[in-house]
């Protein structure tokens, strides 16, 4: 069972990755999704990425983060945040960024995995989880 365990550990670690570098705000919008459908993000156009941004505030979406488990909130600042969800069992990483857009009344949002190539539906699924809690 122990060489078990010790064989598994470098796998787990694996998974929980450094973030990208291309988190973050750069002219006003969130960096676009890769090819791969393991994202969703209110700023791109094609039907396996977009999502419709959030009708809440910054506030209201934090305070409602706070709630969750597996929720960290690693950056605040401005009309920003990014926020770092953690899956249970082999401990994933996925960022999910807000943009409040003051002038739209919306805030969009990026939710995207760090490894692999799929995420069957998780990071859709979460944002619109978000949507139900704050709209």
Do not use: W
Not at 25 to 52: G, K, M, W, Y
Not at 92 to 113: C, K, M, P, Q
Not at 114 to 123: A, C, E, K, Q, S
């Amino acid at each position: 069972m122990k060489k078990f365990i010790l064989s598994v550990l470098p796998f787990l670690s694996a998974c929980s990755a450094d973030p990208p570098i291309d988190l973050g705000v750069r002219e006003n919008r969130l960096a676009p999704c890769p090819q791969s459908p393991n994202c969703v993000s209110s700023f791109d156009s094609d039907n396996s990425h977009t999502i419709r941004p959030l009708n809440a505030d910054l506030e209201k979406i934090e305070r409602m983060l706070v709630s969750l488990n597996h929720a960290n909130i690693v950056d605040r600042s401005g009309n920003y945040m990014r926020v770092e969800f953690t899956s249970r069992i082999l401990r994933y990483i996925d960022d999910v960024e807000f943009l409040h857009d003051e002038n739209g009344g919306v805030t969009h949002v990026r939710s995207a995995s760090r490894v692999g190539f799929t995420d069957l539906g998780v990071n859709r699924k979460r944002v619109e989880k978000i949507r139900s809690l704050v709209e």
